[in-house]
């Protein structure tokens, strides 16, 4: 978006911190796009393991099953491996838009899944992200850098119920947020 400003508004920023510019030397790219903005991945991650054994349940998901794991240059996802991140970015998504996130085609093309719901019309906080390797090799992700682009689609009305508006379970979240039940 050539428009620095519709990434404000009334006054407060949708991305924090924002990129006006894109930045690609020697990195994968994040910041202003086309028609978008390409978010980077924090340095934090959660990484399943099979270490204790039981099964994932999104009714009873037991955080025991992910390592957590900090580093300030990249982490490894094991074969066939899964992990949860977060942006570096927050967003605070105004009543009348929804973002639709996408892997990074640097990503995809190394057989590395990037998966994020939408986010909805009010929803404000750190973007969770599912990264999934898909690869019978270990899969290097680089923290700081770009891993995801995001579309932001204005409507044309504002929404009746939005996520603020459900009290969403995700709502607000700071750090990497695992499934939970409302």
Do not use: H
């Amino acid at each position: 978006m050539r428009n620095d400003a519709w990434f404000i508004s009334q006054g407060e920023s949708i991305i924090s911190p924002f990129c006006s510019a894109k930045v690609r030397d020697g990195v994968i790219s994040y910041g202003v796009s086309s028609y978008g903005y390409d978010a980077r991945v924090a340095n934090e991650f959660k990484i399943f393991t099979n270490i204790r054994g039981g099964m994932v349940d999104p009714k009873n998901f037991n955080e025991e099953m992910c390592e957590r794991v900090i580093s300030n240059d990249y982490v490894l996802i094991p074969p066939n491996g899964f992990a949860l991140a977060r942006t570096v970015e927050r967003f605070v998504i105004p009543r009348d838009v929804i973002v639709i996130c996408l892997g990074k085609s640097t990503y995809a093309r190394c057989g590395i899944i990037i998966n994020v719901t939408p986010l909805e019309p009010e929803w404000e906080g750190y973007v969770t992200i599912e990264i999934s390797n898909t690869t019978p090799l270990p899969a290097k992700i680089y923290a700081n850098e770009g891993i995801m682009q995001c579309i932001f689609l204005k409507a044309s009305e504002i929404c009746l119920r939005s996520y603020k508006d459900e009290m969403g379970k995700y709502m607000w979240q700071e750090g990497i947020v695992c499934p939970k039940m409302a």
